[in-house]
């Protein structure tokens, strides 16, 4: 069975600093990984996926996630934070499948950007 | 223009009452979805339609009806509600026909029963 971790409910970071908000996976097979925001009462965002190809995936908003394999790791990163990137940020890993393809989600950590 | 859009986005009502989510996509996309998120911000799948066809139930008790007219939309209906359904709804599509296609969210329904 997929499942996904994000071992942090939280994430401090000062704006202008670089920030990384973690998560780790486990899958059979070749993952499908995903990046979706939420801001506060909305709904959630679609930022940057990794399918196959290059280990370093650019998104939305200028972040972006590298994959690693050996440590089935897909780690969200930005080189340089924003107060507006304060939210709700999770990871999820979707199955193969077509008509049943569905996506798990993580616990989501919740980014606080400080000016 | 909205890709998935779903009203009510605020619903407050009262235990034991029946209410219903509408949810359409312009996407033209085949497969639909409905995931809750609780007030821990957990989200989980409950149901998927992939042209009108029920696909995934997960286990969500026989109170929650999804209905599926046509491809492009997926409403949701409770029966008798209770406290515990209080949650945030949103609803999903994708297209099937390549295994990483993106999934994409409405803005969600905000469901308090009092």
């Known amino acids: 069975a997929q499942s996904v971790a994000q071992p942090e409910d939280q994430v401090n970071v000062a704006e202008g600093n670089p920030l990384t908000v973690k998560c780790t996976y486990s899958?059979?097979?070749?993952?499908?990984l995903f990046w979706y925001v939420q801001y506060p009462n909305r709904g959630l965002q679609f930022l940057l996926k990794?399918?196959?190809?290059?280990?370093l995936v650019k998104g939305s908003y200028g972040f972006e996630a590298e994959f690693n394999k050996s440590q089935t790791s897909f780690h969200l990163k930005k080189p340089s934070a924003l107060v507006s990137d304060s939210a709700l940020y999770f990871c999820?890993?979707?199955?193969?499948?077509?008509?049943?393809?569905?996506?798990?989600f993580g616990t989501g950590t919740l980014l606080a950007v400080q000016p | 223009d909205t890709a998935v859009s779903q009203t009510p986005k605020y619903l407050v009502t009262q235990m034991g009452n029946d209410k219903s989510i509408k949810c359409e996509q312009n996407?033209?996309?085949?497969?639909m979805y409905w995931y809750k998120q609780d007030s821990k911000k957990f989200l989980k799948i409950m149901f998927s339609?992939?042209?009108?066809?029920?696909?995934i139930n997960e286990t969500v008790p026989n109170r929650f009806s999804p209905k599926s007219p046509d491809k492009a939309h997926l409403n949701l209906h409770i029966n008798s509600l209770e406290l515990g359904d209080s949650a945030v709804y949103f609803c999903?599509?994708?297209?099937?026909?390549?295994?990483?296609?993106?999934?994409?969210f409405g803005e969600g329904s905000w469901l308090t029963v009092v």
């Open positions: 899958v059979s097979g070749n993952p499908y």
């Open positions: 999903a599509s994708r297209q099937s026909t390549l295994s990483g296609n993106t999934i994409y």
């Open positions: 339609y992939n042209n009108k066809e029920l696909i």
């Open positions: 999820a890993v979707s199955n193969y499948g077509g008509a049943t393809n569905k996506l798990i």
């Open positions: 990794y399918i196959t190809g290059d280990n």
């Open positions: 996407l033209g996309h085949d497969t």
